[in-house]
T-cell receptor, first 111, second 113 residues
Framework: DQQVKQNSPSLSVQEGRISILNCDYTNSMFDYFLWYKKYPAEGPTFLIS?????DKNEDGRFTVFLNKSAKHLSLHIVPSQPGDSAVYFCAASANTDKLIFGTGTRLQVFP | GAGVSQTPSNKVTEKGKYVELRCDPISGHTALYWYRQSLGQGPEFLIY????????DSGLPNDRFFAVRPEGSVSTLKIQRTERGDSAVYLCASSPGGVETQYFGPGTRLLVL
């Protein structure tokens, strides 16, 4: 039973354009959502997060949107850069420190 | 400063053997987490320590898996009677507190033949 789903295994975007990565969840008890970025042979690195009491959080080129009624969140990267090429994981927690991860989306940014 | 380190980086073992995976957290971090990432999947929670005690071990798949953190710093994940299905990358993370402050190590890639 996958509580956090990333239905797009891969995404290819041209440099300078917007990248939009999507994530859906099923557990209405989730109250905190995070995005992690992972390069090969490295551990995931925290990117940005959002509390369930908000619908948007922005940090530089990265913005996360949360739609609680649809149980959907998205990560926007604009403008995309070649260094953004990595696997992006969506994760959620329900008032604990235990993270539930999605399966990841591989983003490739090409020149 | 130094990040989370994990040893060994790679481990190949035979079915039925015992393995130990080590995690050195960031100095001063009170919380430590173990996750397992199988091919094509996201990290899957195994166990979480607050200090020396296991605060949540609900993700350990069965009694072949055990983890300790005797002095509240280094942790060891122990797997008995390994099975081919245990093959995965085992990730460790530490945190000073708070769900968004988990810093991950590079992982130990375990292959059970």
């Amino acid at each position: 039973d996958q509580q956090v789903k990333q239905n797009s295994p891969s995404l290819s975007v041209q440099e300078g354009r917007i990248s939009i990565l999507n994530c859906d969840y099923t557990n209405s008890m989730f109250d905190y959502f995070l995005w992690y970025k992972k390069y090969p042979a490295e551990g995931p690195t925290f990117l940005i997060s959002i509390s369930s009491i908000k619908d948007k959080n922005e940090d530089g080129r990265f913005t996360v949107f949360l739609n609680k009624s649809a149980k959907h969140l998205s990560l926007h990267i604009v403008p995309s850069q070649p260094g953004d090429s990595a696997v992006y994981f969506c994760a959620a927690s329900a008032n604990t420190d235990k993270l539930i991860f999605g399966t990841g989306t591989r983003l490739q940014v090409f020149p | 400063g130094a990040g989370v380190s994990q040893t060994p980086s790679n481990k190949v073992t035979e079915k039925g053997k015992y393995v130990e995976l080590r995690c050195d957290p960031i100095s001063g971090h009170t919380a430590l987490y173990w996750y397992r990432q199988s091919l094509g999947q996201g990290p899957e929670f195994l166990i979480y320590f607050q200090g020396t005690g296991a605060a949540d071990d609900s993700g350990l798949p069965n009694d072949r898996f055990f983890a300790v953190r005797p002095e509240g710093s280094v942790s060891t994940l122990k797997i008995q009677r390994t099975e081919r299905g245990d093959s995965a990358v085992y990730l460790c993370a530490s945190s000073p507190g708070g769900v968004e402050t988990q810093y991950f190590g590079p992982g130990t890639r375990l292959l059970v033949l």
